[in-house]
């Protein structure tokens, strides 16, 4: 895992002023070096330079550093790459029958050569997570590539024939007379879409992503971008038990894939199924080289205390711990988060997006990455299982199940009574999201005669795939490569995606059990007291001086006339949110996000509003 950046445009020749440019890309590379701190290269042709900030997992070498250049005649091929590709052993032989000859044993190098190969069609070779670019100085062209799942991000913007990318929008930010800028639009996505985003959105002025499962084209003639993998709806032919076997077989084979690394890889174990699935099957890979797994567990100091239980978190994560360590020998570390370091670690989290988002979610989840990485630079995580499986409480609750809008949020009205009239009344963000959910159910890929129930439960899924899921993936990017941790996601394995994506909604939770095709296909894996374990998502903390500490700084900034979010916010109605009593049990976001997070979440908007000085 690395950070990218890098630029383009064919009106100007960079080589004429080299060492300013150099500079220019250090500076871009330096925004992002948190991402990757072992190494750090720039590359510069006549018409586009490419930094990079370099994580060592795969090819610990100095050969292996970026950006990587190869030349075919008087060609060269230049390439700056964040992820890993698992499946480089089979591209390898082949492109080795093809003549090509392997300086490194980096995974780099096997795209690079796959593209010197292949064109732009390699990436539909690759098995991994990833976002590169490529400069081919023979067709005279920028691709940036992404995955297909979306798991690493890539930013780019174009101004006046310039285009300019990054893994993170403070990358792009560095390049001079691009500043963070917002709109009317912008402060919709706040208030309304965030933390999710809109696909291919930078949330920013004139900031856009690539989106998942693309790639861009960036030439003389301007900037194009093109989809070279999508979901396709087709009947599923299979029965129940040969379906559990199948999926067992994609689980294991992408857990085992993902161990591939030059450097130990440990897990996340929260005592829930999908990261118990995934230690189980990384710790029996490892005991057959007579090796431990390290895992790691997350909670908040005296949450044994002040933890309630309610519908979307019936119980504490810790006793299952105990259970897997109980079954598995295993070298875990219990990390807990103070209140205080909470409450500080939303700004961190701001920095590290760029942007608000899930507030004390996001936060924790920083917290705990730093303190994974100082044992460990590569860890597996269960993300992405819920979304795929069935878990959240959207896909089997009828309240969710026929809500004309995006289920984890079917409520906005809590946000648009903290702004101001004019403002609420300016954004209409009612309207903008409805559209963009329309929008979203346009692309379904729908499944002819499929009517009804069916017909809504495709659409649930792709509305999770497309929005939810892609919105954790980010926060897990942002959160682990803020720390220079290398954070990889077995479920979201593309070949599991599309076997699951036509799997009948009866078959993943036959009888109403949530997740019940996954805990089958786990079976003779777990014991069976944790592969039958109700849901319980990602742990938040129940102490009252967390909030407490938000409501204090709330306040402040409410009384302080020159914050920036009093320019958009109706005092009183903050003043109302602040001194209510506190919802857990009715989040506005997802399953976590309920009156303190909504605190939290307006700290983050003051504090983004500041750091950057946004004209709004």
Known sequence: MCGITGFADFSVDFTQKRGENISLIKTMHQAIAHRGGDASGEYLSKNAG??????????????????????????????????????????????????????????????????????????????????????????????????????????????????????????????????????????????????????????????????????????????SQHRYWQLESRPHTEDYPTTAEHLKSLIIDSVRGQMVSDVPVCSFLS???????????????????????????????????????????????????????????????????????????????????????????????????????????????????????????????????????????????VRESLLKSDIAERLNIKEYVH??????????????????????????????????????????????MYSGLEARVPFADHRIIEYMWNVPFDMKCPNGVVKGLLRDSAKGLLPEELRLRRKSPYPKTYNPEYERILKQRLNKIIDDSSAPLNMLIDKNAAISLVTAPSEYGKPWFGQLMSTPQMIAYLIQVNYWLEKYGVDI
């Open 435 to 480: 559209g963009i959910y329309k929008a979203t159910l346009a692309e379904v890929p729908q499944l002819d005669g499929e009517t009804g129930i069916k017909r809504r439960q495709r659409e649930i899924s792709y509305l999770n795939l497309k929005q939810f899921m892609t919105t954790l993936l980010w926060r897990m990017d942002t959160a682990s």
């Open 50 to 223: 490419l930094g990079h900030a370099r994580l060592t997992i795969r090819g610990l070498d100095a050969a292996s550093d970026q950006p990587m250049i190869r030349r075919r005649g008087e060609d060269e091929y230049a390439i700056v790459y964040n992820g890993e590709v698992y499946n480089t052993d089979e591209i390898n032989r082949d492109l080795i029958k093809k003549g090509y000859d392997f300086k490194t044993n980096s995974d780099t190098e096997t795209i690079l050569y796959a593209y010197m190969e292949y064109g732009a069609d390699c990436v539909r070779l690759l098995n991994g997570i990833f976002a590169f670019a490529i400069w081919d100085s023979r067709l005279e062209k920028l691709f940036l590539f992404r995955d297909r799942s979306g798991i690493k991000p890539l930013f780019y913007t174009i101004k006046n024939g310039l285009l300019v990318f990054g893994s993170e929008l403070k990358a792009i930010f560095a390049y001079p007379d691009i500043r963070p800028v917002i709109d009317a639009d912008s402060l919709r996505k706040v208030f309304s879409i965030l933390p999710a985003r809109t696909e291919g959105d930078g949330v920013f002025k004139d900031m856009y992503e690539i989106k998942y499962g693309c790639f861009g084209v960036f030439d003389k003639s301007g900037f």
């Open 271 to 413: 005592g829930g199924l999908d990261s118990c699935i995934v230690t189980a099957i990384a710790s029996n890979y490892l005991a057959e080289q007579r090796k431990i797994l390290n895992t790691f567990s997350f909670d908040f100091t005296e949450n044994d205390r002040y933890f309630v239980s309610n519908s979307f978190q019936p119980e504490q994560d810790k006793p299952y711990v105990r259970k897997m360590l109980a079954h598995f020998n295993l070298n875990h570390t219990f990390l807990e988060c103070s209140q205080p370091d909470l409450a500080d670690y939303l700004y961190k989290a701001v920095d590290a997006k760029d942007m608000p988002g899930m507030a004390d979610v996001d936060a924790s989840l920083l917290y705990f990455c730093r303190e994974v990485k100082k044992h460990n630079k590569v860890t597996l995580t269960g993300e992405c299982a819920d979304e795929i499986f069935g878990g959240y409480p959207w896909f089997h609750r009828p309240e969710f199940i026929n809500a004309d809008t995006f289920p984890w949020s079917i409520n906005i009205d």
